[in-house]
């Protein structure tokens, strides 16, 4: 139950333009945003652990010590099995991605024939005379266009991501002191609301990434479903591919989108209506998904109304792009927190004149030492 | 004013300071022992206490510190460690029950049941160190660990009982069941 009121129209505007600042910040250090997002990921995913430790009778800090210890020798374990596994299945795997990747250029090619045969100012469209229509010309085209900034951004981001592991280790060891320090440092008469803000935060974080898995479940069965109906191989982990990607709002869903059509189109290459039913089957799944589940689930976990989330998401996007569609629900729910507490303490007199009485004390109080 | 300021700039660098405090690692057993001291987590082992320890947080008052107001928004329970604290209520009958609490003695323990109002105002009567107990952190140590939660809650309601009947016993015309 909460006795505090529900925040105003002026509250709610001050959160929004909040929100939008700080996704424009954002979008200027994503190399220090992402890797600060993985690591706080990890720390929820991890707490549990941590936790179990401690009630097994180590202590915080071995506890810390001891999950970093695991994670990182998962992680070389699991680096070092991809590696092997790809080493050995490079070739195969090679041949796969060209198979769909062709099938995918060839079901492009024959929409293009009917387009320009139907309608024949297509034809002249840029467009249809940029699209390679075979393999090699589609490989060409990517190495001149794209590999070379794709390495380059590679070559940013990898330092930003070795910081994930480090900061991970201090998170888990020392963050709940740290947590400790940061409301030991607030005067007295703002202590309570400020642990109310902590927990709040804390909250809105695990209910963003529980709604997360809750959406991906969601959007896996739905399209698993319809895949499966469709005939599609391997519909449950096509599926699971499409949710995650979709975890990038619209972007993540038009890359969803183009893999399952590439998918269809290599399975029945001479039967257009299964390719076309698996596009409209992805379309509805992602309209659902964006105007529906996400407001529902991830909206929700959140307390926010779906109509404020979807307007939010484009609000995100128009500000900082990608990066803003994917922050912008995680970061609105904890400035609202923010916003809301330090509202209420503005707001509230006598919190403001204990705040004084104590200053007044310390000014009077004997200096010792 | 003078001597404000240079207090203020103290604890200002002593909170700059602190955040590589816990680089070193720090008194952390004595800490548990002192906890052990307390009443309310007597039956608590040394493992539990390392568990409950995360949740508690520590404040210093001055004397004449307001701690919280009657009316106020209970959010949690506190545990005088050292100092003294007054209990100032505008019903009378409470006002009886618990004048003022000493170290180890704790307060506003009806906020970790429920989000209700103060009934009585908390202040310092000296400089006073106490440890808080935030509701939803205490909630979230029940849902993990029941055992700490049922021997924590044992003896606050040893407590809350004691009081109960000495507000009923200056109530003559209830009666005591």
Known sequence: ?369 | MLLGKQTERRQILEVMKSPFNFLRAAADDRRIENLKGLSLFKRLTARELRELDLLLHERSYQADEVIFDEGDTGLGLYIVVSGRVKIVSSHAALQRVTPECGPGDFFGELALFEESQRTARAVAGEPTQVLALFRTEFFSLLERDRGIGLKILFELSRTVVGRARKLLASQPHLPIV
């Open chain 1, 1 to 369: 139950m909460r006795n505090e009121p529900e925040p105003g129209v002026l509250t709610w505007g001050v959160i929004i333009m909040i929100t939008c600042l700080i996704l424009y910040l954002f979008e200027r250090v994503l190399w220090l945003v992402v890797p600060g997002l993985l690591v706080l990921v990890g720390y929820y995913c991890l707490q549990p652990l941590m936790q179990a430790l401690v009630r097994a009778g180590l202590k915080h800090r071995t506890a810390g010590k001891v999950v970093t210890g695991l994670l990182f020798l998962v992680t070389v374990l699991g680096v070092t099995l991809l590696l092997y596994v790809a080493a050995t299945r490079v070739a195969g795997w090679q041949a796969t991605t060209a198979h769909y990747v062709q099938g995918g250029l060839d079901f492009l090619g024959k929409t293009q024939g009917v387009l320009a045969e139907k309608l024949p100012l297509m034809k002249r469209s840029a467009l249809l005379r940029s699209t390679p229509m075979n393999l090699d010309a589609a490989s060409d085209q990517f190495v001149d266009k794209y590999l070379g900034r794709l390495l380059l951004q590679l070559v940013h981001w990898l330092p930003s991501l070795l910081l994930v592991p480090y900061l991970m280790y201090f998170m888990l060891q020392d963050g709940n002191r740290l947590k400790k320090q940061v409301i030991r440092s607030v005067p007295n008469a703002f202590f309570e609301k400020t642990l109310l803000m902590f927990d709040r935060v804390d909250h809105s974080l695990q209910s963003y990434l529980v709604g997360l898995m809750k959406l991906t479940f969601l959007d896996t069965t739905c399209l698993g479903l319809g895949l499966w109906l469709l005939g599609i191989s391997h519909p449950v982990l096509l599926g699971l591919m499409a949710a995650v990607l979709a975890w990038l709002p619209y972007v993540g869903s038009a890359a969803g989108g183009v893999l399952v059509t590439m998918v269809a189109a290599t399975d029945y290459p001479k039967d257009p209506a299964t390719i076309y039913g698996c596009v409209v089957l992805f379309i509805c799944v992602r309209l659902l998904d964006d105007f529906v589940f996400l407001p529902m689930t991830v909206g929700r976990s959140l307390r926010f109304h779906p109509v404020l989330s979807v307007l939010m998401l484009f609000m995100g996007a128009a500000v900082a792009g990608p990066a803003g569609l994917l922050l912008v629900l995680p970061v609105m729910g904890v400035v609202a927190v923010i916003t809301e507490t330090l509202g209420q303490i503005i707001t509230d007199q006598r919190l403001r004149a204990r705040y004084r009485q104590a200053r007044q004390l310390q000014r009077t109080m004997p200096e010792v030492g």
